[in-house]
């Protein structure tokens, strides 16, 4: 059972483009459609951007976009903008024998 | 409104077992599709899931901690208890229930605020 690889930090200035990669295994996210993304804001508990890969949640951004492609995922934000700045997990579902939930270790995004 | 909110001790002596509460509102853990999970994460580190209860009291537990950790329900009074044998110092942590919104396991929202659990003796 291991973490997903996240990088550690990514950076963009407002309004561009910035794409965060979860990457795994057969076993997790390249085997199941199962993969979902959180924010967290410093001190504050994660909140869900994205699920089932690239579904989004009522009241949040269509700026906030996922996708798949073999056994990475990833979160791409548009129009960066100040408030986006936070940390970022992925979560996968995971099964062999049995099934379970693996997170991603983190990015830390900054909004330059 | 889906709401949910962590309870327990702040502080542990190593050896000892935790036993934390989650304690909601907003939805009945009667209903179909419906769980709680616990994901726990230690200062400055990453989420780490931890256990998962559904409404047909299907569990599901963290391989790595499986033999540690216990989650039941009180579907009457809205609650969902998880209890982690043997504390140590590392599992100082935030632990946070949160609400599954289907059965994919994955999508959690939304979360409490979180509890901070400090093991030291």
């Known amino acids: 059972q291991s973490a997903l690889t996240q990088p550690r930090s990514v950076s963009g200035s407002p309004g561009q483009s910035v794409t965060i990669s979860c990457t795994g295994t057969?076993?997790?996210?390249?085997?199941?459609?199962?993969v979902s993304w959180y924010q967290q804001h410093p001190g504050k508990a994660p909140k869900l951007m994205i699920y089932?890969?690239?579904k989004r949640p009522s009241g949040v951004p269509d700026r906030f976009s996922g996708s798949k492609s073999g056994n990475t995922a990833s979160l791409t934000i548009s129009g960066l903008q100040a408030e986006d700045e936070a940390d970022y997990y992925c979560c996968s579902y995971a099964g062999s024998y049995t099934s379970y939930v693996v997170f991603g270790g983190g990015t830390k995004l900054t909004v330059l | 409104q889906i709401t949910l909110k962590e309870s327990g001790p702040t502080l542990v002596k190593p050896t000892q077992t935790l036993t934390l509460t989650c304690t909601f509102s907003?939805?009945?853990?009667?209903?179909?599709?419906?769980?709680v999970g616990w994901i726990r994460q230690p200062p400055g580190k990453a989420l780490e899931w931890l256990a998962l209860i559904y409404w047909n009291d299907d569990k599901r537990y963290s391989p790595s901690l499986k033999s540690r950790l216990t989650i039941t329900k009180d579907t009457s009074k809205n609650q969902v208890v998880l209890t982690m044998t043997n504390m140590d110092p590392v599992d100082t942590a935030t632990y946070y229930c949160?609400?599954?919104?289907?059965?994919?396991?994955?999508?959690?929202?939304?979360w409490g605020q979180g509890t901070l659990v400090t093991v030291s003796s």
């Open positions: 057969s076993s997790d996210v390249g085997g199941y459609n199962y």
């Open positions: 949160a609400h599954i919104r289907d059965t994919a396991m994955v999508n959690y929202d939304p």
């Open positions: 907003g939805f009945s853990l009667s209903t179909s599709g419906v769980g």
């Open positions: 089932d890969v690239s």
